[in-house]
């Protein structure tokens, strides 16, 4: 779950596979009981890992959503910028 703005992914690119959903929507998008949840979010033994610009709002993102039951839920230490860093594949905006 990339929850980057949008105007980050714009900027800087995005994990490829990564859904990205924006920080603000993201536990009531993820609740498997929530009537607006994602498809992909089928219950509470989902595999989630939040990825944020640097790895701060990620963890407390993840906390969030495992006090929500998502037990599997976990982030990406350092973020996307260590991800890119570490030459790991990443879709780069045109231009």
Not at 18 to 34: F, Y
Not at 80 to 89: D, N, S, V
Request: charged share 20%; hydrophobic share 40%.
């Amino acid at each position: 779950m990339d929850i980057r703005t949008a105007a980050q992914r714009e900027r800087d690119g995005t994990i490829p596979g990564a859904l990205a959903v924006e920080r603000n929507v993201l536990e009531w998008r993820l609740d498997p009981t929530c009537p607006h949840r994602l498809p992909q979010a089928t219950g509470h033994d989902l595999p989630v890992v939040v990825v944020c610009d640097e790895g701060y709002a990620s963890s407390f993102a993840a906390v969030s959503l495992r006090r929500l039951g998502l037990w599997r839920a976990t982030d990406l230490v350092g973020g996307y910028q260590a991800w890119r860093a570490a030459g790991l594949p990443v879709l780069l905006p045109e231009g």
